[in-house]
């Protein structure tokens, strides 16, 4: 198959993984935040949002993760990047994402089983990683140079903080 097909596919998977991982901690957010409703609410919200994340979580952000990951690993194997800096970061940054991945499978199997114990708070500091990963993933394909990089890292880090700030106010002003 033509490269550049493979490339497009990748691009067209870890979008759709990324919107999974996006979408599927905001549902988790407001599944929690329906624990908090009177009981006929709670009810309905909680079983209509459990419909909702498996339908996201096994129809598009299971088969996007590993179809981006196939085709991602075959474009490394059939460019040789194994040996480039950028690639090990890209690939140390993936490794950490698919960590991410995991970690919202085990509150997404505990949200079925109303056994999570994050606050909505928590898992909107949560939702905030993947988009930390984003960025540094983007950063690091993109400007490929080993300063730049560093630079992107330290941007990463820096969004992050930003980002725990600003959940913050927000927080201190919907509570107003």
């Known amino acids: 198959m033509d490269f550049l097909y493979i490339k497009a596919l990748h691009l067209i998977f870890v979008v759709s993984w990324f919107a999974g991982l996006f979408y ?3 549902l988790f957010i407001y599944h929690t935040e329906a624990e908090d409703k009177p009981a006929v609410e709670r009810d309905v919200l909680q079983k209509q949002f459990i419909i909702m994340e498996r339908r996201l979580w096994t ?5 996007a993760a590993i ?5 991602g690993y075959y474009m490394v194997y059939s460019l040789d990047l194994w040996s ?4 090990m970061v890209k ?6 994402l698919w960590g991410y991945h ?3 499978h085990i509150l997404y199997k505990r949200l079925k089983q109303n056994t999570v114990k994050w606050t909505s708070t928590q898992l909107r500091l949560w939702n905030e990683l993947a988009a930390m990963f984003l960025v540094a993933i983007v950063f690091v394909v993109v400007l490929k140079n080993g300063l730049d990089w560093i630079y992107g890292t330290i941007g990463f880090f820096a969004l992050g903080i930003t980002l725990m700030i600003a959940i913050r106010i927000y927080k201190r002003f919907r509570e107003r």
């Open 84 to 87: 480039s800096g950028w690639m």
């Open 67 to 71: 179809l981006a990951t196939i085709f």
């Open 59 to 63: 129809i598009i952000t299971w088969p």
């Open 91 to 96: 690939l140390g940054l993936t490794t950490a």
């Open 102 to 104: 995991i970690i919202n």
């Open 24 to 26: 599927i901690v905001r």
